[in-house]
């Protein structure tokens, strides 16, 4: 079993920046998926970013492309999600997701072993 912690929300203006943390803990996997979704109110859950342990490949949506970075610290068992030029469109309640598979195809569909509690990021603009 797998515990996700997420933590870094909050509330910005637009063009502002927030760095959201996902530190995992317990039976931790050597070849695995982590990424990055969120939600809305109203809206569908939707993939943000996605990292594999395996050559550290990523991804991104394209609305984020250029704007977030995922990244991981293997040491510190924490996955981060640096996001700039935040706009009102970027509010959602946004939640970290393991995958057991290292390729990353099934967690952007949003199949995932493992979800965390999630954290609000608010952009007024």
């Known amino acids: 079993q797998v515990q996700l912690v997420e933590s870094g929300g909050g509330s910005v203006q637009a063009g502002g920046s927030l760095r959201l943390s996902c530190v995992a803990s317990?039976?931790?996997?050597?070849?695995?998926?982590m990424g990055w979704f969120r939600q809305a109110p109203g809206k569908e859950r939707e993939a943000v970013a996605v990292i594999s342990s395996v050559g550290g490949s990523t991804d991104y949506a394209d609305s984020v492309m250029g704007r977030f970075t995922i990244s991981q610290d293997n040491a510190k068992n924490t996955l981060s999600l640096q996001m700039t030029s935040l706009k009102p469109d970027d509010t959602a309640m946004y939640f970290c997701?393991?995958?057991?598979?290292?390729?990353?195809?099934?967690?952007?569909?949003?199949?995932?072993?493992?979800w965390g509690q999630g954290t609000q990021v608010i952009v007024s603009s």
């Open positions: 317990g039976r931790i996997y050597s070849r695995y998926c």
């Open positions: 997701a393991a995958d057991y598979q290292a390729n990353c195809g099934r967690l952007w569909r949003g199949s995932a072993n493992f």
